[in-house]
């Protein structure tokens, strides 16, 4: 399985990063707008940990001066 994700880079230069999803058809290289856009679905996590884990993504964001933000700050 190969796992996937995105990266968002906000106008002021913010850098989102989504992992274990499955990227929208033709979203990749667009704009996407908060509320209106689905980036992508989550992938199922089950094939690769055969032990179980609970399917879920992975989400890393960066000011545009490389200071990590704690993502349960900015996702409501």
């Known amino acids: ?3 996937s ?3 968002i880079v906000a106008c002021d230069g913010t850098k989102c990063w989504v992992w274990y999803m499955q990227p929208s058809v ?3 290289g667009t704009v996407v707008k908060v509320g209106s856009s689905i980036i992508g679905t989550a992938k199922t996590l089950k094939n690769r940990y055969k032990n179980g884990i ?3 993504v ?3 964001i960066h000011t ?3 200071a990590k933000v704690n ?3 900015v996702i409501k």
Do not use: A, F, Q
Request: aromatic share 4%.
């Open 64 to 66: 545009r001066y490389g």
């Open 1 to 3: 399985m190969v796992l």
């Open 58 to 60: 992975h989400v890393r």
């Open 54 to 56: 609970t399917d879920h």
């Open 26 to 28: 033709n979203i990749v």
């Open 71 to 73: 993502p349960s700050t």
């Open 5 to 7: 994700g995105v990266e």
